[in-house]
């Protein structure tokens, strides 16, 4: 029997070994199961596409939904990875398992009307390095205390100059923070215990006055003092950006010292010296006129009575974290005499924090994006149904001329899984598209992972074929002696 064209425009070609009589059940008298079943994908995916091609604007519309709806699912899930990404990121910077105290502006709580009742003010020494040691000494479960101590001052080398921050540590500080050296190594107890004048500087100092010899060994000074350089830390770009936020600075333009250093060689803010007993004898006779001219940075630094300005407790065990945080405030509390001139913060739980924030987020916009995809299935299924109602009369050609059910059934659901799988191929251009451009244009980190392309295509063809069962269920299930009759 020869290739038949039914009303539609489709060729068909009855499988072989067909009886020819209505209803009959052709299939293969011999072979294997799973051939007769690779036969009947290709007839049903060959018939899909014959019948996509006769209607390809109504198909193209009908998978529109499904274009959509998977390239919303691939730009969220894209956003999603790049927030977790962003995240493990800044819980890299900021060091694992870290609480930090940083010194405020001192809080006052008072009841209204006692303004007028003169009360002495409890005596605070700010954040010391005594603070450091008895937490050291006192709260379990704690790694190291890494000591914090910046002065905003200038570095010369060979007849250049520039602004950099001093910052004054101990040895646990790069451990804390995951600086990494590139050249060179850390302190050693001899540099720490005496206060020698050796730095660690960023790998951004390295490249602007180190670009003829290495840095190791050489020197560089800094304010008034010449320091021997004894490391260099491994680049770590941070943008400016994220550095304000966390609060955090930019380490490749930094120096670092040993806080004994910092302490005996620069400023000791816990000593009163001569300089600043004539500099406010000076204030007070010209009545601030020294002041006037003072920057916000100079102001803060010469207010700043904390002889450190950050400490940094790293715990040995993540369990303990918001433990230790606690224990730390209670006894920064007692040495302070209930002064409340500190803050403890746990940057590791401000940012799990975020990123369960961002997972709602990320969770809300994919579930209304799966709308669309839910649209789109109608859609087909829509559609489908309407082609099996101007098909009734082809379908009956083909159960006539040896089509069994299956055979029906499976060309309706490979074209019902054609056009989503075609909506869902273009919506994973689109979204790839759409990550691309909302990580250029509305700067926020996004990482399409090859998972989420599979998962939508996955999700194009599950789609398919749940939305396209029942249009071909009905298609199968016709009457071929009433199809034949149907007008």
């Known amino acids: 029997m020869g290739v038949v064209t039914t009303p539609q425009g489709a060729t068909y070609a009855p499988p072989a070994g067909g009886t020819g009589a209505p209803g009959a059940d052709a299939r293969p008298p011999h072979g294997s199961d799973r051939a007769a079943t690779l036969r009947l994908i290709a007839f049903g995916l060959r018939a899909a596409i014959e019948a996509v091609g006769h209607n390809t ?5 009908t998978s ?8 919303s699912v691939i730009a969220m899930l894209a956003i999603g990875k790049g927030a977790e990404q962003e995240i493990l990121a800044q819980m890299k910077l900021l060091g694992s398992n870290n609480v930090i105290v940083t010194p405020l502006v001192e809080q006052k709580e008072e009841k209204a009307g006692e303004k007028d009742e003169k009360e002495s003010k409890r005596y605070t020494p700010g954040l010391t390095a005594l603070d450091a040691q008895s937490i050291r000494d006192v709260v379990p479960q704690v790694r190291s205390v890494s ?23 101990d040895s646990a500080y790069f451990s804390a923070f ?5 050249e060179g190594g850390r302190f050693a107890p001899m540099h720490l215990e005496r206060g020698m004048p050796v730095a660690v500087i960023g790998s951004g100092l390295r490249a602007r006055f180190f670009t003829k010899e290495p840095p190791i060994g050489r020197r560089i000074k800094v304010g008034e003092t010449w320091l021997t350089v004894v490391g260099v830390l491994a680049p770590r770009p941070v943008s400016e950006q994220t550095a304000q936020r966390l609060g955090i600075r930019d380490a490749n333009m930094d120096v670092y010292v040993p806080l004994s250093t910092a302490l005996l060689r620069y400023r000791n803010r816990a000593q009163i010296t001569n300089r600043d007993v004539e500099r406010a004898a000076q204030e007070f006779n010209n009545d601030d006129e020294a002041t006037k001219n003072e920057d916000a940075t100079a102001r803060a630094e010469r207010l700043n009575q904390n002889q450190l300005d950050r400490l940094v407790v790293q715990v040995a065990d993540a369990r303990y974290v ?6 730390v405030q209670r006894l920064m509390a007692r040495r302070h005499n209930g002064v409340v001139d500190f803050e403890v913060n746990v940057p590791e739980m401000l940012l799990k924090q975020e990123q369960r924030t961002k997972t709602i987020f990320n969770v809300v916009l994919g579930a209304i994006a799966s709308i669309s995809l839910i649209v789109g299935g109608i859609g087909i299924m ?7 109602l101007e098909r009734i009369r082809e379908i009956g050609v083909r159960r006539a001329l040896g089509a069994s059910q299956r055979d029906v059934l499976a060309q309706f659901l490979a074209e019902a899984v054609l ?3 075609a909506g869902g191929m273009a919506g994973i251009l689109l979204g790839v598209g759409l990550s691309v451009g909302i990580e250029r244009f509305a700067k926020i980190a996004t990482i399409v992972s090859p998972l989420s392309v599979f998962v939508a295509f996955g999700v194009s063809l599950t789609v398919g074929l749940v939305f396209g069962i029942v249009p071909a269920w009905r298609a199968a299930r016709q009457d071929p002696v009433v199809c034949l009759r149907y007008e």
Do not use: C, D, P
Request: net charge positive; no cysteine.
């Open 147 to 169: 000591t914090e101590l910046s002065l905003q001052t200038n570095a010369t080398r060979e007849g250049q100059r520039r602004s950099v921050k001093l910052v004054g540590v």
């Open 64 to 71: 529109l939904g499904i274009l959509f709806g998977v390239a």
């Open 419 to 421: 056009i989503s799988l």
């Open 57 to 61: 604007l109504r198909a193209a519309l």
């Open 178 to 182: 995951n600086l990494e050296m590139a």
């Open 382 to 388: 829509n559609i489908m149904l309407a082609s099996v």
């Open 322 to 327: 918001s433990q230790v945080a606690e224990v």
